[in-house]
């Protein structure tokens, strides 16, 4: 079984610069999370996805920050304009809702530099 | 809101020796989730192990178990027998349970960097 994958892995920009991560989910996963790693913190949670619909976005700056994900199956997370403090690596996650196990199955990061 | 807390940065051990890592939570739900997920170097995050907030016995898995106090909200981590290979940030997480039609947020704590030396 294919894992979360991401793309991609590292970016450099400068700041006011525009970045797009993208994430396909483990087949079947209908919740999709994107999470903020700041280096030396845990992961802070960004946006929450259930098939197509937003279930939690309380944390993203939405006036840099957007996310969407297109027919329930990939995610794009995108920052416009990017800030010195976005550099992180953004975690990209999917769980099997139902399972009701609370498991999440996490992609290898997308890790930005922000200069 | 839930909070979720690390108070122990790093910690190093001897390779072979038995190490615990704590954790503490506040909630005021009586239905969760907590849970350890470990991120080596450079790789991916996974789950370690999982306990259900109604269930008295502590999890174990392997060489990993946990100590759940669900009055004092605790949450330690023990592992035995370390091994190089346990080398990786260990994040202690917590989860609102909701329903079987939908998963909460989970949220994390800081995290404790471990280091297992040969």
């Known amino acids: 079984e294919a894992g979360v994958a991401q793309s991609p892995r590292y970016k450099i920009i400068e700041k006011r610069q525009s970045v797009a991560f993208w994430c396909n989910p483990i087949s079947g996963h209908a919740t999709l999370y994107w999470y903020q790693q700041i280096l030396g913190q845990g992961p802070k949670l960004l946006i929450q996805?259930?098939?197509?619909?937003?279930?939690?976005d309380s944390q993203l700056p939405k006036d840099r920050f957007s996310a969407e994900r297109l027919k329930g199956v990939d995610s794009t997370l995108k920052i416009q304009p990017a800030k010195l403090e976005d550099s992180a690596v953004y975690l990209c996650?999917?769980?099997?809702?139902?399972?009701?196990?609370?498991?999440?199955?996490f992609g290898e990061g997308s890790r930005l530099t922000v200069l | 809101a839930q909070t979720v807390t690390q108070s122990q940065p790093e910690m190093s051990v001897q390779e072979a020796e038995t190490v615990t890592l704590s954790c503490t939570y506040d909630?005021?739900?009586?239905?969760?989730?907590l849970f350890w997920y470990k991120q080596p170097p450079s790789r991916q995050m996974i789950l370690v192990i999982r306990q259900e907030a109604y269930k008295q016995q502590n999890a174990t898995e392997n060489r990993f178990s946990v100590n759940f106090q669900k009055a004092a909200k605790s949450f330690s981590l023990k592992i035995s027998d370390s091994q190089l290979g346990d080398t990786a940030m260990y994040f202690c997480?917590?989860?609102?349970?909701?329903?079987?039609?939908?998963?909460?947020?989970?949220?994390f704590g800081k995290g404790t960097r471990l280091h297992i030396l040969p």
């Open positions: 909630t005021s739900e009586n239905n969760y989730y």
């Open positions: 996805f259930q098939n197509n619909g937003v279930v939690d």
């Open positions: 997480a917590f989860m609102k349970r909701i329903n079987m039609n939908r998963d909460d947020k989970i949220i």
């Open positions: 996650a999917s769980s099997l809702v139902g399972a009701n196990t609370g498991e999440l199955f």
